[in-house]
């Protein structure tokens, strides 16, 4: 088999480039690729149509109408994006089967955000996370703190780690210029986004998640087929040396002997099981308990039966990325032993355009080696759509966050109307802000991409998730303390993260020359201490200035979750109401031109002013979204369900343990 085979050229800079020809060249993939497309547009289309995108409670949340099974596919596929296909199984390629609990902690943690966070959050009515930290503690500049960060994070982690691992993949598929293919992706993307709000995203979530499954499954199965079962994937695993190994040590190309095994040695393991169980919870609880992306969908739901059943069919799914990814990158090592896992800088270099390793290729390799006409396109729609997936999620859900926290803010008398085009074309900026990050995140971070996003995150996250946590279940957390652990903690973190920048985190080959008091300890380890001194700081600076009222926090925490009296706000809502006036007299509006029809239609803005609602209408309306009453039937259905999704992910942790 020749490097050249269908047309995968591992991105040589060398003159034998010209004659590459794209793997995607034959009808059967074309068609693939293009009904895809219109399939998800036509999805689009028709949720744009169906639901209702006219009001910000509509476009954001989509009017609390979502069933339990849109959200559960669509909390999974805004999670698994092409930085989970490319990096996953790349580091499943480098270091065995541990990455894959990173996907299982998950299980426990979604039980946690169904049961726990996401009945405080509807019952305080928000439609942001950082609306609900202003409503508990007051004050602004949590609020614009908590926003700007995950704007940040966003475009320098979400954005850019699925936008350079969809990047790798498209590049080796199909030899477009990679500007050319990703502002292609975007735009198509923005589109359904721009135009259909939360409902098309997770209508079109729904589908790409049965697509990313099914296109997953079949790779899976052709993946095991070639190396002939379980038990001998596992000894040509840890046979799976590279040929040209120079004087590099031992150690930094043969697997490990512990490649089978989730928890491994907590001092000299690359994932330490303390850190992988603790540590990694925390980072967990960031992102699935107090995250906009993921959060947004669970308060779209009917009620809390749809929210918990949602959350459930989320674990399920959550199964899957092990061995959906995980070992299909460990079998590419086996296949393509000296590309995937080659370790001599000028080998990679001239292998994947990268000195530190090529594991990250491990997927698409596959993809392209081992799928028949036809299939090899819909594993590239399966890529395209996990890439979409993510990227719709982050541009709606940032999209709010900068809408409802940072420009109500500035414009206090904006419409509905303004704030929803204004939330439009934030996504536009967001996507010059991408493009603009292309070359960046081609060049940054370019060994072990799974690590980057999880070591990252360990430096920013862990202090958000000490608010949040102490937020809801201590009540006699107050702002200043709450304020100054933020502070406290992103010091902290960024000392880390800046240095390992500057020093580089280096390779087997070429280690960092970091000073180990710094980047000596472990991501997981260092997000486990600084989770503590964040917690430390917030209560102990509480504890020594004023508490909040409980008249503030009724329905804000724990302890008084089920309180009926009327909460007084701590502070008065930014959103200047529009004085009534009783002497406005209705006037004939003139008939809309077909423009404006047309324009009104695609952005789903309603050509007829919406009726005015009395103070008993607004009153029940802010009944119905703040509800979180459930059926005795179906309450006790989706317990008894969590309470075997987490006998499920003990059966799995002790069996790969």
């Known amino acids: 088999m020749t490097w050249e085979y269908f047309g995968f050229s591992l991105v040589r800079s060398s003159s034998n480039t010209t004659n590459k020809n794209s793997a995607i060249n034959n009808p059967a ?9 219109v399939v998800v547009l036509a999805v689009g289309i028709w949720a744009m149509v169906r639901t209702n995108r006219s009001t910000v409670g509509g476009f954001f949340l989509a009017g609390r109408s979502m069933v339990w099974w849109p959200i559960g596919a669509s909390l999974f596929a805004s999670n698994i994006g092409s930085g989970h296909f490319v990096g996953l199984a790349g580091t499943g390629a480098a270091g065995g089967i541990a990455t894959g609990g990173f996907e299982w902690n998950a299980l426990i943690v979604v039980i946690i955000l169904g049961w726990l966070f996401v009945p405080i959050y509807i019952k305080a009515g928000v439609v942001t996370m950082p609306e609900y930290l202003k409503k508990r503690f007051g004050g602004q500049r ?9 704007l940040f994070l966003y475009i320098f982690t979400k954005i850019s780690a699925d936008m350079f691992s969809g990047a790798i993949f498209i590049k080796q598929a199909l030899d477009l210029n990679i500007y050319v293919a990703v502002v292609l992706l975007l735009l198509i993307t923005a589109l359904y986004t721009v135009t259909g709000g939360l409902a098309a995203v997770i209508y079109t979530d729904t589908l790409q998640t049965i697509i990313m499954v099914v296109g997953s499954f079949i790779l899976m199965g052709f993946a095991f087929n070639k190396v002939g079962g379980y038990d001998n994937f596992q000894d040509l695993y840890m046979n799976a040396i590279p040929t040209v190994v120079a004087n590099v040590s031992a150690e930094c190309y043969t697997p490990r002997s512990d490649s089978f095994h989730i928890f491994r040695d907590p001092i000299t393991g690359d994932l330490p099981w303390p850190g992988l169980i603790f540590g990694l919870t925390i980072q967990a ?11 947004q969908r669970c308060l779209s739901a009917k009620n809390m039966s749809h929210v918990k059943a949602g959350c459930i069919l989320c674990g399920y799914l959550k199964l899957l990325p092990m061995f959906l990814m995980v ?41 392209l080696n081992l799928m028949p006409n036809g299939l090899r396109g819909l594993m590239l729609s399966v890529m395209l759509a996990s890439l979409m997936s993510s990227l719709t999620s982050i541009f709606n859900s940032a999209s709010t966050l900068f809408t409802m926290d940072i420009y109500a803010r500035i414009r206090r008398k904006a419409s509905e109307k303004e704030l929803m085009i204004a939330g439009r074309l934030f996504i536009l900026v967001l996507i010059g802000i991408s493009i603009a990050w292309i070359p960046i995140v081609q060049t940054a971070q370019s060994g072990q991409l799974f690590d980057y996003i999880q070591s990252v995150t360990s430096y920013l996250a862990p202090p958000i998730a000490a608010v949040f946590t102490l937020a809801i279940f201590c ?27 500057v020093y580089g ?3 087997c080959v070429v280690p960092s020359n970091c000073p180990d008091i710094i980047c000596g300890v472990h991501y997981l380890y260092f997000g486990l201490i600084l989770f503590g001194v964040s917690l430390i700081v917030v209560l102990g600076i509480s504890l020594m200035t004023k508490p909040i009222d409980d008249k503030h926090l009724y329905r804000l925490c724990w302890s008084l979750r089920n309180s009926q009296e009327e909460r007084i706000e701590l502070e008065a809502d930014d959103k200047i109401e529009e004085q009534d006036n009783s002497m406005d007299i209705d006037e004939p509006e003139a008939e809309p031109s077909c423009w404006r029809k047309a324009y009104n239609c695609f952005c789903g803005f309603e050509e007829k002013k919406a009726p ?3 103070k008993e209408q607004e009153m029940e309306l802010k009944k119905l979204m703040t509800d979180t009453t459930e059926q005795p039937l179906w309450r006790h259905v989706v317990n008894a369900n969590a309470i075997i999704l987490l006998t499920v992910c003990v059966f799995f942790h002790g069996f790969f343990g």
């Open 29 to 37: 993939d074309i068609s693939v690729i293009v009904i895809y497309f």
């Open 142 to 150: 949590i609020r614009i703190y908590l926003s700007v960060l995950s």
């Open 285 to 295: 609880g960031w992102y699935w308990c107090t995250d906009q992306v993921i959060v």
């Open 327 to 367: 070992m299909p990158g460990m079998i590419s090592r086996v296949l393509y032993t000296d590309e995937v896992a080659c370790v001599v800088p000028e080998v990679c270099k001239d292998v994947c355009d990268t000195e530190v390793g090529c594991t990250n290729i491990a997927y698409p390799k596959m993809v």
């Open 475 to 501: 009540k006699r957390v107050n702002e200043q303390g709450a304020f100054y652990g933020l502070l406290i903690g992103l010091a902290i973190g960024l000392s880390r993260m800046i240095t390992e920048f």
């Open 505 to 507: 985190t280096g390779s």
């Open 612 to 614: 005015k609602l009395t």
